[in-house]
């Protein structure tokens, strides 16, 4: 997804209304995929995480069956504006609203069976729980904002150290039988 018609990474400070633009979201996709949706429709990404600065997108993960009955998704998503990429296509069907070059939504539609469906969730609830993890992913992404302002592919896979870390303490706890810490969002 990378490519001179990219915006720029941009890290914002939090914003109060990311939770209600992520459940204006909710709400048209309810209407648009609800039959398929199976696990559901979750706000994840670092908007997901009061006081959290970020990128100014608002992530939505949704728990579907399997990926092949889920592929009937594409053309009702496509009428409520989302831009369909093969991203990770062996993982999920990735997303973005309107287009590359100006984003306002990430959408994920993940198998609720699979580990990355898991990982997404135990991350967000792990940053929200932590607020030492959640400092410390903010100023990590303002430095790599700088480095790797026009290479959006850059810039996700130099957290991806952090990120592995932080995955790997979150499970730990969850098989300690710590439970999330929100499973409304």
């Known amino acids: 997804m990378t490519g001179a018609a990219e915006e720029p990474v941009r890290i914002e ?14 709400g048209a996709l309810a ?3 609800g039959d398929w949706v199976v696990g559901g429709i979750h ?13 100014p997108v608002i992530d939505i993960l949704v728990g579907v069956r399997d990926l092949p009955s ?5 053309d009702p998503l496509r009428r409520i504006g989302y831009l369909y990429a093969p991203y990770r296509a062996s993982e999920m069907h990735w997303f973005c609203k309107p287009d590359p070059a100006r984003r306002t939504h990430h959408l994920h539609l993940v198998p609720t069976g699979s580990r990355r ?18 400092t410390e992913y903010a100023a990590l992404k303002r430095k790599l904002a700088v480095r790797f302002e026009r290479d959006r592919e850059g810039y996700t896979a130099a957290k991806e150290g952090f990120i ?16 999330p810490t929100s499973a409304r969002f």
């Open 31 to 33: 209407d648009a995929i």
């Open 43 to 55: 706000h994840v990404g670092s908007t997901a995480v009061p006081g959290l600065d970020a990128k």
């Open 164 to 179: 592995r870390a932080v995955l790997d303490a979150a499970m730990a706890t969850r098989r300690r039988g710590h439970p």
């Open 117 to 134: 469906f898991r990982e997404e969730l135990a991350y967000r609830d792990h940053l929200r729980s932590h607020a030492e993890a959640a």
């Open 70 to 74: 889920s592929r009937a998704c594409i």
């Open 13 to 26: 400070p939090y914003d109060p209304r990311w939770p209600a633009r992520f459940e204006e979201e909710r």
